[in-house]
């Protein structure tokens, strides 16, 4: 039987297929986005860090 379900697998539609992967798609964006905030955020943190540590303070 576990056979039968192998050989055959069901049918996916289509368009949810689409739908999900649009929806995969924007959060991999808005990681990405969050990414590119945080690095910028850690640049200027080191160079805020290292312009103080310069005047001594």
């Known amino acids: 039987m ?18 999900m992967m649009q929806l995969t798609r924007g959060r991999i964006r808005g990681l990405e986005d969050q990414i590119r905030a945080l690095l910028a955020e850690q640049k200027e943190l080191v160079v805020r860090t290292a312009t103080l540590g310069d005047r001594g303070d």
């Open 2 to 19: 576990l056979g039968l379900f192998w050989e055959h697998p069901p049918a996916f539609d289509p368009e949810v297929v689409g739908n």
